[in-house]
């Protein structure tokens, strides 16, 4: 009944039997009989064919949940076996923003990579939707973000706290009244900002500016929208976008204020064209960590991973 799982999965991910089928190396023929031998011996169909793409039945998704189940299983047991090679062999497969693909990631591979040269790593990039339903569906092994997910199906392992900051037009009056308040790049990159002493701005001053925010189901729009709301604010939103290097780069451009991370700033060249303001705390600190499915088995290599990641972090 479960015989060539990796046949019906194949057609589950790629909607179509040719496609399928050539990723499989097997003719659609070959294939087709494959399925409709497993549909036999179930009693049901597990493929819709009268969709375009096809899709599955009620019989067929369940056949596929336990499929998963299947797999997560095999893939376990594959894993305990490359731990048992010392880590002579094995993968790691890791997500990422585009933001956390370019600024924090290398450093951690590269480090991994001297150590055991023989893991490889594969990394995809994609927004936080995404990569969560590619770490459920087992097609990723950890994600770097900083959204909360469910601890009842994440386990989480800190990588560093960040913090939101604004990013201001320098040519935006309201800059005028708020000299006090502002911090340089350099504040930012040595952490100086942290301190107490150096006080968050008034948010209400910018009452009736345009903004850029990121759009609906990232924590930073949802964040943004709670210091709105904390201060009686309706935001001018003039553009609404996927990533924060594009919202900080259309700042810099003198169109409107962008909500940005230490992170960011940290890793990328100094525009004067904006100034930077502190944020309360309450708001605008989180935390930024490296996410595995619960239950899933725990690589070695997934193991030193993360230890090479908690090493960068205190760096």
Known sequence: MFSNPEYVYEVYKERSFSRAAKNLFISQPALSVTIKRIEKKIGA????????????TEC???????????????????????NLEELNVGSIKVGGSSLFTACILPSVIARFNSRYPRVRIHVTEAN?????QLLMDGDLDLIIDNSVFDTETHDSELFRMENLLLAVPASFAVNEDLIRYQITAEDITSKQFLSDEVPAVPFEKFAGDPFILLKSGNDTRDRAMQIFAAHHIKPNVILSLDQQMTSYNVACSGIGIAFVTDTLIMNTYHNPNVVFYKLDPQYSRRAL??????????THAMTEFLKTAAEIAIE
């Open 45 to 56: 169909p597990i493929f819709d064919r009268s969709t375009n793409p096809i899709g599955l």
């Open 289 to 298: 960590s490296f996410f595995h499915k619960k239950g899933k088995y725990v």
């Open 128 to 132: 936080t939707p995404q990569l969560d």
């Open 60 to 82: 067929g998704e369940k056949y596929i949940e336990v499929i998963k189940q299947y797999m997560d299983l095999q893939n376990g047991f594959m894993n305990y076996l490359n």
